[in-house]
Nanobody
Framework: QVQLVESGGGAVQAGDSLRLSCAAS????????MGWFRQARGKEREFVAA??????????MYADSVKGRFDISRDNAKNTVYLQMNNLKPEDTAVYYC?????????????????WGQGTQVTVSS
């Protein structure tokens, strides 16, 4: 069992940066793929980024909409995953969720993830 707790959300202006954190407990995340998803009001949950197991050099993948602006990283010693978000846009406004997948394979489908956090709100105003 894995418990995930997100933090770092908030209200910012367009062009600002935020760093989200996801603290995992109950089981090491070193062998899991960790992902970030987001859900805007009235829309479906969508993939943002994922990072693979440390033994595969922590390869990452990103949604096209955030590529070049967001960076996912992990600190397995702290059981924490981060999402650095730069040059934020109003369309990035959403609740951001951390998720864990008990596998070494990177995936972007929400149904592929086994554990979820409660989410943290990010609001970007123009």
């Amino acid at each position: 069992q894995v418990q995930l707790v997100e933090s770092g959300g908030g209200a910012v202006q367009a062009g600002d940066s935020l760093r989200l954190s996801c603290a995992a407990s109950g089981r090491t995340v070193g062998s899991n793929v960790m992902g970030w998803f987001r859900q805007a009001r009235g829309k479906e949950r969508e993939f943002v980024a994922a990072i693979s197991d440390r033994w595969t050099s922590s390869a990452a993948m990103y949604a096209d909409s955030v590529k070049g602006r967001f960076d996912i990283s992990r600190d397995n010693a702290k059981n924490t995953v981060y999402l650095q978000m730069n040059n934020l846009k109003p369309e990035d406004t959403a609740v951001y969720y951390c998720a864990a997948r008990v596998s070494e394979s990177l995936r972007s489908g929400a149904q592929e993830y086994d554990y979820w956090g409660q989410g943290t709100q990010v609001t970007v105003s123009s």
